[in-house]
């Protein structure tokens, strides 16, 4: 099992969009993934068809309360598992401020669901994906202690690389916590082939990252911002869609790493 997180403390960059598609397509590939969202505005949450005003058990009841991950799943609409999370997700990090291990909380919960659900001959899961907050506040610091690895979604624009160092630096710091924790991949999202200064713009991301750039780029396609409307992944509102087929092609990139590793 292999868990990443969606991150990048920028808004509006695609990380939600990246992770339900993402989700969603590897699901599409008979993975077995749960997807966690872990940002208060709970867009991974309505995005998979889930209401996030009546929601029995969410994300914050496993990091505030002590509810097991494995009792807060749920079959979202989408066909896959959610833990789901809403606005009473705001404000952990005061609730939390000064208790120790609080960076620690999301990390014990998957040791637990794997502890309780593997019975030990598989894991519960083939991936763990988490949406993460357009911030480093505690929940994303919770994100990249559990998780393996990180897939960095950046739009090609002037300001992308902006912030970006503050990202790397927490990722570093974080090492000492998380030994494993590792940039996996960096995906351009809200690709606009037509435009010069994205093109420009991606070429020093190579520059700056290298082999680590997925080869897939995501088009920007109306059909990628529509569907969370409809609270569907693109590929169950419009499979054939550019967006859609962009996802499944980073998803097939996402199994090759795996497997190659
Ligand atoms: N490739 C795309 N083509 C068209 N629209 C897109 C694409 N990716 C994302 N969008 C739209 O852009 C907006 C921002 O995307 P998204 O919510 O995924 O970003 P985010 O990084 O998760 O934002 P936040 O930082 O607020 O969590 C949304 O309205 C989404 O539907
Ligand atoms: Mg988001």
């Not at 990380?15 to 969603?24: D, G, M, P």
């Not at 209401?51 to 994300?59: A, G, Q, R, Y």
């Not at 710091?173 to 996996?184: A, F, G, V, W």
């Amino acid at each position: 099992m292999e868990i990443i997180a969606i991150a990048n403390q920028k808004g509006g960059v695609g990380k939600t969009t990246t992770a339900v598609n993402l989700t969603a397509s590897l699901a599409d590939k008979r993975k077995r993934v749960l997807l966690i969202d872990l940002d208060p505005q709970g867009n991974a949450t309505t995005g998979t068809g889930l209401s996030k005003n009546n929601l029995e058990l969410t994300i914050a009841d496993v990091l505030l309360d002590g509810v097991s991950l494995q009792e807060a799943i749920i079959k979202s609409p989408a066909g896959f598992d959610v833990i789901a999370a809403n606005r009473e997700l705001a404000g952990m990090d005061i609730t939390l401020m000064g208790e120790t291990n609080s960076h620690e909380l999301l990390k014990s919960a998957v040791s637990e669901l794997i502890a309780e659900q593997g019975d030990k001959q598989s894991p519960p899961y083939d991936y763990i994906i988490m949406d993460c907050a357009p911030s480093l506040n505690l929940l994303t610091i919770n994100a990249l202690v559990a998780t393996d690895s990180v897939i960095i979604p950046m739009q090609c624009e002037y300001y992308a690389l902006e912030g970006l160092a503050d990202l790397s630096q927490t990722i570093e710091r974080l090492t000492e916590l998380n030994p494993k924790l590792h940039i996996r991949g960096v995906v351009r999202t809200l690709f606009d082939t037509r435009n010069t200064l994205a093109k420009d713009v991606s070429k020093e991301l190579e520059a700056h990252f290298g082999d680590i750039m997925y080869k897939t780029h995501i088009p920007r396609n109306i059909r990628l911002a529509e569907a969370p409307a409809h609270g569907l992944p693109v590929l169950a509102y419009e499979r054939w869609s550019k967006g859609a087929r962009a996802y499944q092609k980073l998803a097939a990139e996402v199994i090759k790493q795996s497997s190659s590793s």
